[in-house]
């Protein structure tokens, strides 16, 4: 089983990981910077979520391990492990279209909320990283 045992750490080439699910009591860092903005992420093995500046960018339920995030203004991409089937919501821009792929499969064109909420499901076990990609349409 892999996870962030750090809770949260910047990679060498510029991305991000965080999350702990197999935490039985919830666990929270804030202030991290990385890139010239500061992260708070609370995780445990009920729910992961992730904050840059204030303002929400990943939650998943049940608490996952993200690997490698990587947010352009084209396409968000991240590798993500959990214990069985987690809903993942994201913050992107409100009412517009996004191509959802796990894995190199397509999971459909997807359009957010007018809060710019983006919410999809994806099955993860402890032993395998799940690739997921989001690309503006």
């Known amino acids: 089983m892999e996870v962030v ?3 949260i750490q910047g990679e ?3 991305t991000l990981s965080f999350g702990d699910f197999s935490q039985k ?28 500046n ?12 993200v690997f490698g995030l990587k947010v352009t203004d084209k396409e968000i991409d991240f590798e993500v492990t959990g214990k069985g089937d987690a809903q993942i ?4 821009e409100a009412e517009k ?11 459909g064109v997807m ?4 809060g710019g909420k983006l ?4 099955e993860t076990n402890e032993e395998t990283k799940r690739k997921v990609k989001i690309s503006a349409k």
């Open 12 to 14: 060498k080439d510029g």
């Open 25 to 52: 009591e919830k666990q929270k860092k804030s202030d991290f910077k990385h890139e010239g903005d500061l992260y708070k992420v609370k995780s445990f093995y009920e729910i992961t979520r992730l904050e840059k």
């Open 97 to 107: 279209e996004y191509e959802v792929s796990v894995d190199g499969s397509s999971l």
């Open 119 to 122: 919410t999809f499901s994806v």
């Open 89 to 92: 919501t994201l913050e992107l």
């Open 5 to 7: 045992k750090s809770l």
């Open 54 to 65: 204030g303002a929400f960018v990943y939650e998943s339920v049940p608490g996952t391990s």
């Open 111 to 114: 359009k957010t909320n007018l």
